[in-house]
């Protein structure tokens, strides 16, 4: 079993700055993508930005440039720092990682969900 602990988030003014952070603890074998998706009210959950166990990253359109993803291999944790955060960014965000057993095999899990607020 896999447990997600997210931290981080919080209510803040546009222009601001906040840091996500997520630890994963339990049986785990190995971890090959780690990442963050967020989910507003009324839309569908959406992709923000994942890395590799390589270091290879990958962004939304809407927040390059802005949001900075960075995971701690020997820790397990993957965090997500946030700049000049708008209040589009307002959402529920998700930590999310894709781990491997010995056999191969994939699993999925995610965090609980930490909001963001961004006010105007």
């Known amino acids: 079993q896999v447990t997600l602990v997210e931290s981080g988030g919080g209510l803040v003014q546009a222009g601001g700055s906040l840091r996500l952070s997520c630890a994963a603890s339990?049986?785990?074998?190995?971890?090959?993508?780690m990442g963050w998706y967020r989910q507003a009210p009324g839309k569908q959950r959406e992709l923000v930005a994942t890395i590799t166990n390589t270091g290879g990253t990958n962004y939304a359109v809407s927040v390059k440039g802005r949001f900075t993803i960075s995971r701690d291999n020997a820790k397990n944790t993957v965090d997500l720092q946030m700049n000049s955060l708008k209040p589009e960014d307002t959402a529920v965000y998700y930590c999310n990682i894709e781990t491997t057993n010995y056999r191969g095999a994939a699993f999925r899990y995610w965090g609980q969900g930490t909001q963001v607020t961004v006010s105007s």
């Open positions: 339990g049986t785990i074998f190995s971890i090959s993508t």
